[in-house]
Structures are given as structure tokens and as C-alpha cells.
């Protein structure tokens, strides 16, 4: 089974903090992705990465960045943590396959409140 | 900007029945379309995939797939509480980065007993 896992279920954090956020994936996957979920809002898309060192911005980067050196890890990074980054923040990762079978295993999430 | 639409619900269904869940999607060129269920507070798990037009069983699940309309649906037959969840539908993102998928807003479905 594919297991990605996040460093925290639970997260408060002080307003002004950087925050960091891991996700690993032991599946030998290309592609993470970090999504936050608001309600009413779905999922959106932070940032993704396809491979070592490779980035991409999604719908909402500001106020976020990632990083990625290993290719099991991807962590995301809340460089002047805000109260409108209080989030439930979910990490995903997807074999490269092209086109097809693209389903995507998500971890367990990380509920960050910013106070 | 392609997108993913659902009927955000919620959907009330006596135990016993048939929930049926729609999606419709923008992108013509897509081509793998996923049903997820997110229990509240939990992450998303997969529960089907389908490919190509028609239908896909599994259990207590059908997915339908309908190309031409851009149109996919899952069926949940005999639903119980436990099937009472968000159930989020999501396309590749064809043409767009490999191994992205757009992922609609959710339909709250509720199974009462």
C-alpha cells in the first residue's frame, strides 16, 4: 500500500512564525502535492513538484514556498505564518503515468491554526 | 481555467436507497476521472477510477462515465450511515502538468438511518 505521510496531525502556531509542513511517501512516487481545504472551497493547490528540486505554483502560492531534495519529501513552508493561512493542509503524491491512472494518495492532513 | 463542477449538497438519502452523485467537467481532453470519500476531519481515499465511457462496477459503487457530455456520476447502491460523507470527483489535468488532477468542491451526502 502507498503510505504518504504528514509530520503533525495537530499545528498551532503563532502569528509571524515560519511554519513547516512534511509529507513523505515511501511508494517511489514523481509528483507531491500540497492542497489546503477550506470549507466551501474545496481543495486548491499550493504547490506541486514532478521531480527533485523541481517546483511549480498552483492556484494560491503567496505567502507560501517548497522544498524538495529527496524524492520521498516534500515539505511546504509558511514563511510568515498569518491567521488566513488556519487551514486544514493536505499533502498528495501520484505515480507519472502520462496522461492516465493519475490517482493521487493523500495523508492524513495537518489541521494548522494560526493564533 | 478548467473546472470541475458538483452539486455541493447535501444529498439525503434513506438507508436502503440509491444515492446518486454527478460531476461535470469543462476539459474535452480529459481522460482518468476518480471518486474520492472524505469523511469529516479525515484526508480523501480513493474508492474508484474510471477510464472509458460506460460503466464501472464495484460493490456497491458504479461509476459512469459519459465522454461525450462530459459527464460522470457515481451510484451508491443499498447506502448506509457509513457511506455518510463528502464525496469529491476529480479529472487529470490533461494538457496541463502531468500527474495534476482537478478536483471538484464535494457533494455532502447523508444517509439517514
Known amino acids: 500500500d502507498v503510505k504518504v505521510t504528514q509530520s503533525s496531525r495537530y499545528l498551532v502556531k503563532r502569528t509571524g512564525e515560519k511554519v513547516f509542513l512534511e509529507c513523505v511517501q515511501d511508494?517511489?512516487?514523481?509528483?507531491m502535492f500540497w492542497y489546503r481545504q477550506d470549507p466551501g472551497l474545496g481543495l486548491r493547490l499550493i504547490y506541486f513538484?514532478?521531480?527533485?528540486?523541481?517546483?511549480e505554483k498552483g492556484d494560491i502560492p503567496e505567502g507560501y514556498s517548497v522544498s524538495r531534495e529527496k524524492k520521498e519529501r516534500f515539505s511546504l513552508i509558511l514563511e510568515s505564518a498569518s491567521t488566513n493561512q488556519t487551514s486544514m493542509y493536505l499533502c498528495?503524491?501520484?505515480?507519472?503515468?502520462?496522461?492516465?491512472?493519475?490517482?493521487?494518495?493523500f495523508g492524513q492532513g495537518t489541521r494548522l491554526t494560526v493564533v | 481555467q478548467k473546472e470541475v463542477e458538483q452539486n455541493s449538497g447535501p444529498l439525503s438519502v434513506p438507508e436502503g436507497a440509491i444515492a446518486s452523485l454527478n460531476c461535470t467537467y469543462s476539459?474535452?481532453?480529459?481522460?482518468?476521472f476518480f471518486w474520492y470519500r472524505q469523511y469529516s476531519g479525515k484526508s480523501p481515499e480513493l474508492i474508484m477510477f474510471?477510464?472509458?465511457?460506460g460503466d464501472k462496477e464495484d460493490g456497491r459503487f458504479t461509476a459512469q462515465l459519459n465522454k461525450a457530455s462530459q459527464y460522470v456520476s457515481l451510484l451508491i447502491r443499498d447506502s448506509q450511515p457509513s457511506d455518510s460523507a463528502t464525496y469529491l470527483c476529480?479529472?487529470?489535468?490533461?494538457?496541463?502538468?502531468?500527474?495534476?488532477?482537478?478536483f471538484g468542491k464535494g457533494t455532502k451526502l447523508s444517509v439517514k438511518p
Open positions: 474510471i477510464y472509458s465511457n
Open positions: 476529480a479529472v487529470n489535468d490533461y494538457g496541463g502538468s502531468q500527474g495534476n488532477l482537478i
Open positions: 498528495a503524491s501520484t505515480r507519472d503515468r502520462g496522461w492516465t491512472n493519475t490517482e493521487a494518495f
Open positions: 476539459d474535452r481532453g480529459s481522460q482518468s
Open positions: 511508494m517511489d512516487h514523481e509528483n
Open positions: 513538484s514532478y521531480d527533485v528540486k523541481m517546483k
